[in-house]
């Protein structure tokens, strides 16, 4: 059965210091990956997704950029983080347009 | 954990009643739509989906109602239960490679 992972569960972070967001997928292959963010009692906005290795497409511009390195990776990363990237960061995959299904979230604290 | 549903509406159901969620889509070229439930803290589990060329579904005390013509999906849980309580997001395929999330209902159920 498919599976996803993602780590940290919680991370704080000082402004102006680098992120690393990892989400990993097992049990399937060439799924769809997709980055969500979700601010406190507010719903998902759809950040980043990839459709293969290397390709990513970015939904809204922002302070943070994704990279795909293997087929069942995907990596969130910012290089100086603002306080507005606060949030509770939800990974994704797809595969065919069917399972949709998330990770347990990240939820970053920038101080 | 991380708080949701500060912001969003609350439809609050006694017990043992049915709940009726309701969601407006946005794009009428979407597909695939889904039925999330998130509680405090964790990522959206999936409930219930429904294609485009149905427009009823039904789960285990779940049916999802889909009306294209008004671009309109409900959620109806039967016999509500605490364990309902949560945030519930409604999910739509604009295109098979994004996921786009309505802006969720806060379900409180009451003894």
Redesign the interface.
Known sequence: SQTIHQWPATLVQPVGSPLSLECTVEGTSNP?L?W?R?A???????LF?S?GIGQI?S?VPQNLSASRPQDRQFILSSKKLLLSDSG?Y?C?W?V???G??????T?LTVV | GESVGLHLPTLSVQEGDNSIINCAYSNSASDYFIWYKQESGKGPQFIIDIRSNMDKRQGQRVTVLLNKTVKHLSLQIAATQPGDSAVYFCAETPDTDKLIFGTGTRLQVFP
């Open positions: 769809n997709y969500y979700q406190a009692g507010r719903g998902l906005q759809l997704y459709v497409s939904e509770f939800l994704a797809s065919r347009n069917y949709y299904t998330f990770g347990s979230g939820r």
